[in-house]
């Protein structure tokens, strides 16, 4: 279980950004009860190695040319944690 502080401070992180109109992603998401947690939280995305390991995959319809090279596509880009019915866009 996350330290209090940490809990606290992601959940306002969460709050002002949704509050801002913009999306979260949490980062190092290892395991199901981290991923449990965030989703609790309202945490719109997560990535990490409980969701997937990343690949490198160039191909011609993902990566895109942005000036400075080609992004790299991970196998899975994010889970959208469950959202409710009144949540949805």
């Given amino acids: 279980m ?3 502080i940490d809990q606290a ?3 306002a992180m969460n709050d002002i950004v949704h509050v801002l109109g913009k999306k979260t992603i ?3 998401v290892e395991n199901e009860d ?3 947690i965030l989703a ?3 945490i ?3 990535q990490g190695y409980y969701l997937g390991r990343p690949e490198m995959t160039l191909s011609a ?3 895109k040319r942005d000036g400075t090279g080609f992004h790299a596509v991970a196998s899975q880009a994010g889970k959208v944690f469950p959202k409710s019915e009144s949540q949805a866009e």
């Fill in 61 to 63: 319809s993902s990566p």
């Fill in 34 to 36: 981290s991923f449990n």
């Fill in 2 to 4: 996350p330290a209090p």
């Fill in 26 to 28: 949490a980062e190092f």
């Fill in 44 to 46: 719109d995305y997560a």
């Fill in 9 to 11: 401070m992601v959940k």
């Fill in 40 to 42: 609790a939280y309202g």
